[in-house]
């Protein structure tokens, strides 16, 4: 018996990197084991900053083959891409007519949307939390896996269901959140989150080559400039690494990493080699089993066509109880 039903969406930012995977996606493989999971990637969304659509459909190909390769299961979840549920645009009109403005304008990620691109403010833009309720209860999610800092949009979504329900009457449960701790992963720069736009990332799908060589340019220990000089591991991302990578996967070679770096009994590029060749060794299943679903002549379109088609039939039903209760069937 599960638990209930999870939704989560992500934007299509193309091949993941090690921060997405040991935040994010590991977090969606496990779940499954509790919860009806619906995995939605949300290419609307995408929409709403005109970035690079011309890559969109490449990004979310190699995304929902990440997702796949790390473990969601398309028998057991909902994997899925926004649009191709076109249910969704219409449940955001009807949101739309009951969510006050002044709900979305004072929404702190619209404000430094509107500070980061003030040329393209946009109606979407504004009302892309109703867009994310919208797409919560469609599917009549009850739980919502989220960050502490996303706690405010899942409140604003369970405002959207109350007033709703305080108007038409009830159709949707109201989602409660399940507080994930999702690890900070800092990037190869040593000081920013992992993330694509800094370029300071590991793509999980990258060949052990590039892996080795990307890891290479990890910013250090900055107060150990000789290889002489001993080293901090305590505030070196690369030590901060090897926590995630080597210690489980070779717990023999993590141990000694902390005293021979503080004794400058290893050296730099020698550590960071051996996290090279940690996280190739950790994501061989993963890289393993992406080849072969790449292979797979039309596997994924299959995958993402029968994710829309029962995606769908839960949003079908959902619409008709909202347009009954709204006046409009
Ligand atoms: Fe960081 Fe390793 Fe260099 Fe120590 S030896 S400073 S842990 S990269």
């Known amino acids: 018996m599960k638990k209930g039903r999870v939704f989560s969406g992500a934007r299509p930012t193309g091949q993941q990197h090690i921060g997405n995977y040991l935040g994010a996606i590991q977090n969606y493989v496990a779940l499954q084991d509790e919860y009806e999971c619906v995995y939605c990637i949300v290419d609307i969304h995408a929409l709403t900053t005109l970035d690079d659509t011309h890559l969109l459909q490449a990004n979310i190909r190699e995304m929902a083959l990440d997702w796949l390769a790390a473990g969601i299961d398309p028998e057991r979840s909902i994997m ?14 009807y949101m739309g007519m009951i969510t006050p403005m002044g709900w979305l304008t004072r929404v702190p990620t619209f404000k430094e949307k509107v500070r980061m691109h003030p040329d393209n403010v946009n109606y ?8 994310m309720a919208s797409d919560i209860i469609l599917y009549k999610a009850d739980t919502v896996p989220v960050g502490e800092d996303q706690l405010p949009h899942l409140e604003l979504t369970r405002e959207i269901v109350r007033r709703f329900t305080s108007i038409f009457g009830e159709v949707f449960p109201e989602p409660k959140a ?11 720069d040593g000081a920013n989150k992992m993330s694509k736009s800094l370029d300071n990332q590991i793509d999980i799908a990258a060949t052990p080559e590039e892996t080795i060589k990307r890891v290479s340019t990890a910013y250090t220990d900055p107060t150990r400039i000789r290889r002489s000089d001993p080293g901090h591991p305590d505030t070196c ?25 503080k004794k ?19 994501l061989r299943p993963f890289r393993e089993k992406r080849a072969e679903i790449t292979g797979r002549k039309s596997y994924l379109e299959e995958v993402l066509a029968d994710g829309a088609r029962r995606a769908s039939a839960i949003a079908k039903e959902t619409l008709h109880e909202v347009k009954e209760k709204m006046g409009l069937a």
């Open 80 to 93: 899925f891409v926004q649009s191709h549920v076109p249910e969704i645009t219409e449940l955001f009109t």
């Open 124 to 131: 979407g833009l504004l009302g892309y939390p109703v867009l």
């Open 178 to 188: 399940k507080l994930t701790e999702i690890p900070l992963i800092i990037g190869l």
């Open 237 to 261: 991302n690369v030590y901060t690494l090897h926590g995630a990578f080597t210690k489980i996967i070779a717990p023999d070679k993590y141990a000694p990493i902390e005293e021979a770096c």
């Open 264 to 282: 400058a009994e290893v050296g730099c590029v020698a550590c960071k080699k051996l996290l090279g060749e940690s996280i190739n060794e950790y």
